[in-house]
């Protein structure tokens, strides 16, 4: 395996509560969505991308707004819990990452 073909680890999941929506962070330069199908049966469950979001550096934690308007994510140079790793010109910050607009809203 090379260096571009190896995962990175997931460091930060967060979910909107009554919702199909997830959003899993890593360092992979990504912030991606997902959508969990809970199904009755074992064959109706799963997993399905929906998006992903570039994101530069580690994204340590992910808090999806109401109606799923907007994320906040906590990115930095570093993983949360250690310092084994380090994305140099990563910029320790936050964000506010919009995911859907009022217009969408009003469609629901």
């Known amino acids: 395996a090379t260096a571009t073909t190896i995962g990175r680890g997931v460091t930060s999941v967060g979910s909107l509560k009554g919702s199909d929506m997830v959003a899993s962070g890593s360092n992979d330069g990504y912030l991606r969505l997902w959508r969990v199908m809970m199904g009755e049966s074992l064959s109706d469950r799963g997993i399905e991308s929906i998006g992903q979001i ?8 992910v808090a999806i707004g109401p109606k799923a308007r907007f994320c906040v994510v906590a990115v930095g140079q570093e993983p949360g819990l250690g310092r084994w790793d380090r994305v140099a010109k990563a910029k320790n910050r936050f964000g506010i990452i919009q995911l859907r607009n009022k217009e969408d809203d009003r469609k629901d």
Not at 54 to 61: E, L, R, T
């Open 54 to 61: 570039p994101v530069h550096g580690y994204i340590n934690d």
